[in-house]
């Protein structure tokens, strides 16, 4: 699903620092000071730490909603301890920059041109990386400044490349009257967000969901059950979601983050 890339001057940003301290705003600071006119979206700061699959959901789903030609930049546990292994993706005419280590992977699943970022290559951008701590503002924020601002291409930065890290998150198993899934992530209201994709259900006839030990009936929307109900839906950004109305699934259930959600069929075929 590779297209051509042709920067339009959005940047957007995810991190895993829940917008504490000025790291956002340094980040942002540095591409500013390269490009003045960049249209700087936050993507989210709250990706949890040290997980990266939850940060590479977000990505996966939210990108299709912004311009082509959109650079994204994520700097969710860089590996700031080591040797930075940057990768630069162009998929469906946006451009994805961050770390190898696999939270890209959501996005270059459906085919991607994948760049290794050459560290040496980076002199005709003005930019010098001597190491340090903060790689999201010494190094992704400058390269994501050239690439928005059309100063550079992915393929000047690096070689391609296929070696990078999968994702922390197997993709859901589908089999016979049964799909087995993960909870990627947990939102505000406690609501349980799979990576269970709402097509992977077209092949069951009445499914029901099952998740810390209870079974789960579908609805269209959270108002369909009484307060305290759980129900199961595809929700807008077209996964699975256990919910329960007006409280927290994830405290109910006694689940979260990683655990495993199974979808069967009451009347298999």
Same mark, same amino acid.
């Given at each position: 699903?590779?297209?051509? $890339?042709?920067?339009?001057?959005?940047?957007?940003?995810?991190?895993?620092?829940? %917008?504490?301290?000025?790291?956002?705003?340094?980040?942002?600071?540095?591409?500013?000071?390269?490009?003045?006119?960049?249209?700087?979206?936050?993507?989210?700061?709250?990706?949890?730490?040290?997980?990266?699959?939850?940060?590479?959901?977000?990505?996966?789903?939210?990108?299709?909603?912004?311009?082509?030609?959109?650079?994204?930049?994520?700097?969710?546990?860089?590996?700031?301890?080591?040797?930075?292994?940057?990768? *630069?993706?162009?998929?469906?005419?946006?451009?994805?920059?961050?770390?190898?280590?696999?939270?890209?992977?959501?996005? *270059?699943?459906?085919?991607?041109?994948?760049?290794? *970022?050459?560290?040496?290559?980076?002199?005709?951008?003005?930019?010098?990386?001597?190491?340090?701590? $903060?790689?999201?503002?010494?190094?992704? @924020?400058?390269?994501?400044?050239?690439?928005?601002?059309?100063?550079?291409?992915?393929?000047?930065?690096?070689?391609?490349?296929?070696?990078?890290?999968?994702?922390? *998150?197997?993709?859901?198993?589908?089999?016979?009257?049964?799909?087995?899934?993960?909870?990627?992530?947990?939102? %505000?209201?406690? %609501?349980?967000?799979? %990576?269970?994709?709402?097509?992977?259900?077209?092949?069951?006839?009445?499914?029901?969901?099952?998740?810390?030990?209870?079974?789960?009936?579908?609805?269209?929307?959270?108002?369909?059950?009484?307060?305290?109900?759980?129900?199961?839906?595809?929700?807008?950004?077209?996964?699975?979601?256990? @919910?329960?109305?007006?409280?927290?699934?994830?405290?109910?259930?006694?689940?979260?983050?990683?655990?495993?959600?199974?979808?069967?069929?009451?009347?298999?075929?």
């Amino acid at each position: 699903m590779e297209k051509q $890339f042709s920067a339009c001057g959005v940047i957007t940003v995810t991190t895993d620092t829940a %917008n504490k301290g000025s790291f956002v705003a340094t980040i942002k600071g540095v591409i500013l000071t390269r490009f003045i006119e960049a249209k700087i979206v936050d993507l989210t700061h709250d990706a949890v730490v040290q997980w990266p699959a939850e940060a590479g959901f977000w990505l996966s789903r939210a990108y299709r909603y912004f311009p082509a030609g959109t650079v994204h930049l994520c700097v969710v546990d860089p590996g700031a301890r080591l040797a930075p292994h940057a990768l *630069v993706a162009v998929f469906d005419g946006h451009v994805f920059l961050g770390p190898d280590n696999g939270v890209l992977a959501p996005v *270059v699943a459906g085919g991607a041109a994948i760049y290794s *970022v050459d560290l040496q290559r980076l002199g005709h951008i003005g930019l010098t990386f001597t190491g340090g701590t $903060f790689h999201g503002r010494d190094l992704y @924020a400058p390269i994501a400044a050239e690439l928005a601002r059309g100063a550079c291409r992915p393929e000047d930065l690096g070689e391609l490349t296929t070696d990078i890290t999968p994702s922390w *998150v197997d993709d859901p198993e589908v089999i016979p009257g049964e799909i087995r899934g993960t909870v990627i992530t947990v939102d %505000n209201f406690g %609501n349980l967000i799979t %990576n269970i994709d709402g097509g992977l259900l077209a092949g069951l006839r009445q499914p029901a969901v099952h998740a810390g030990g209870h079974e789960i009936s579908f609805r269209s929307t959270y108002s369909d059950v009484p307060p305290g109900e759980y129900l199961a839906l595809v929700n807008s950004f077209g996964v699975l979601e256990v @919910a329960r109305s007006e409280m927290s699934a994830d405290q109910g259930l006694g689940i979260g983050r990683g655990s495993p959600v199974t979808v069967r069929d009451r009347k298999p075929a």
